[in-house]
């Protein structure tokens, strides 16, 4: 596992609490979050997610998964979602197939839009799945579906009002 953390150069902002009944931070994300390529009994289901903390003004959240350790020199985007309303705080598990209303599903670096869970190669080490909510300052981004999850987070870098993140780890003998 690398040491390489991609919020650390982003302007700080507060944090607050995300929590998941799916896995526990620093803990390996178990078969429904992995996908079907990536290990058997893959599912791509998005984890369940429980957020609290975040600041008055907070107006929607996003909600990402970032793969920092792919053998890539950018990543990779596993699940991107915009322009959650500021109502919802919580994601039930699998919620990536009926998000709320007004929720905007981004395509991920595998070419679809919505989940998809862990898929490190086999061989490369443990990689870490970085689930973060952001809870942003308007109530949409303007962002639209053919938007791709880094320019989301170009957007995110100028209206993200504070971060919850959990990770989960996972990996291929």
């Known amino acids: 596992m690398y040491d390489y953390d991609p919020y650390s150069f982003l302007a700080p902002v507060p944090d607050f ?8 931070d620093g803990d ?9 390529g990536g290990h058997p009994g893959g599912k791509d289901v998005s984890p369940q ?3 609290s903390g975040f600041p008055e003004g907070t107006r929607s959240f996003a909600v990402t998964m970032y793969d920092p350790d792919a053998p890539t020199a950018s990543g990779f985007w596993h699940w991107a979602v915009a322009n959650i309303p500021a109502s919802v705080t919580s994601l039930a598990e699998g919620a990536s197939a009926a998000l709320p ?16 869970g862990a898929a490190p190669p086999a061989g490369h080490g443990p990689h870490r799945y970085m689930v973060v909510v952001h809870a942003v300052d308007v109530p949409a981004l303007e962002v ?3 938007t791709t999850p880094a320019v989301l987070g170009f957007n995110l870098a100028f209206h993200t009002l504070a971060r919850a993140r ?4 996972f990996e291929v003998a």
């Not at 390996?28 to 079907?36: E, G, I, M, R, W």
């Not at 209303?101 to 998809?116: S, V």
Request: glycine share 14%.
């Open 166 to 169: 959990i990770t989960g780890i």
């Open 28 to 36: 390996s994300l178990p078969a429904k979050q992995v996908n079907p």
């Open 17 to 24: 609490t995300v929590t998941s009944a799916s896995f526990a």
């Open 49 to 51: 997610l429980a957020w």
């Open 144 to 146: 639209d579906a053919g």
């Open 101 to 116: 209303a007004g929720a905007l599903t981004l395509k991920n670096d595998g070419g679809f839009p919505g989940y998809m």
